[in-house]
């Protein structure tokens, strides 16, 4: 895959992971949000240290597209927040 398809593939798992989080919970059962939350984290935790190094690395350069300050910091810290990092 080539890093502009990797790029848009983490985009998009970030604007799921933003809409699972600051959904409000009268559209959003939040139980529902922190089960799907936590089975991306557990696929997440399958790959290889490499992929996760370049997962890492592609979440903190696409947070800088988000101008919501909550969303960037979010994103930035999704690695961590999945419980995929070190």
């Not at 997440?44 to 960037?72: A, C, G, P, W, Y």
């Given at each position: 895959m080539s890093i502009s398809f990797n790029k848009h593939l983490v985009k998009v798992l970030a604007e799921v992971a933003i809409f699972l989080e600051f959904t409000n919970e009268d559209l959003l059962n939040q139980d529902v949000?922190?089960?799907?939350?936590?089975q991306i984290?557990?696929?997440?935790?399958?790959?290889?240290?490499?992929?996760?190094?370049?997962?890492?690395?592609?979440?903190?350069?696409?947070?800088?597209?988000?101008?919501?300050?909550?969303?960037?910091?979010?994103v930035k810290n999704l690695i961590h927040s999945l419980g995929i990092s070190d």
């Open positions: 949000a922190i089960e799907m939350m936590e984290g557990a696929e997440l935790q399958l790959m290889s240290q490499d992929d996760k190094l370049v997962l890492s690395s592609t979440f903190d350069e696409i947070s800088n597209e988000f101008t919501n300050s909550l969303h960037k910091n979010f």
